[in-house]
């Protein structure tokens, strides 16, 4: 029996065994694996008594990997993406009407209160400390911005009916 005959019946070997434990596809890619190993490192062995055990010892090396990187992915627990309910991100319409209305109260509520207080939102909103705010509005305590951050807070949540909501 030549080199050839041999690798072809062992490769006939090598596919029937792993097509037992992995799907079709699996199993062939598996079976060229070990053949391309027995041929780049293995190719001084060519008695059939040596190379049958050497390939089904390199084989089940490479089921071992290929089910560890099988497992690293999660391949085994994979739900199909059909099967998957997808939530809606958008708001809902009441949401929205809901969102709409609390700023358009807000607004006319910010409206009615005098400058300083909408001068002092404004610069909250932007993101400007309050000793930031001192400094514009040319105040020597920053005591008196917290006072009238407190007075002007009420001020609006009285314009809004006592609550936030």
């Given amino acids: 029996m030549d080199h050839d005959q041999i690798l072809t019946a062992l490769r006939e070997r090598i596919l029937a065994f792993a097509t037992s434990r992995l799907s079709r596809d699996q199993a062939e890619d598996l079976t060229q694996d070990v053949l391309a190993v027995l041929q780049e490192k293995y190719s001084h062995v060519i008695e059939l008594v040596e190379l049958v055990p050497l390939a089904f010892q390199v084989l089940r090396y490479k089921m071992l990997d290929a089910h560890r990187k099988a497992l690293r992915r999660g391949e085994y627990n994979q739900e199909s993406v059909d099967d998957l309910q997808l939530t809606d991100t958008g708001d809902n319409p009441l949401t929205q009407l809901d969102q709409k209305q609390r700023v358009d109260r807000l607004l006319t509520a910010i409206a009615q209160l005098?400058?300083?207080?909408?001068?002092?939102?404004?610069?909250?909103?932007?993101?400007?400390?309050?000793?930031?705010?001192?400094?514009?509005?040319?105040?020597?305590?920053?005591?008196?911005?917290?006072?009238?951050?407190?007075?002007?807070?009420?001020q609006l949540l009285g314009w809004l009916g006592g609550s936030w909501e």
């Fill in 114 to 154: 005098g400058e300083r207080c909408r001068n002092l939102f404004t610069w909250k909103l932007e993101g400007r400390s309050f000793p930031d705010i001192q400094n514009l509005m040319g105040q020597t305590s920053i005591n008196t911005i917290y006072t009238w951050d407190l007075r002007c807070r009420k």
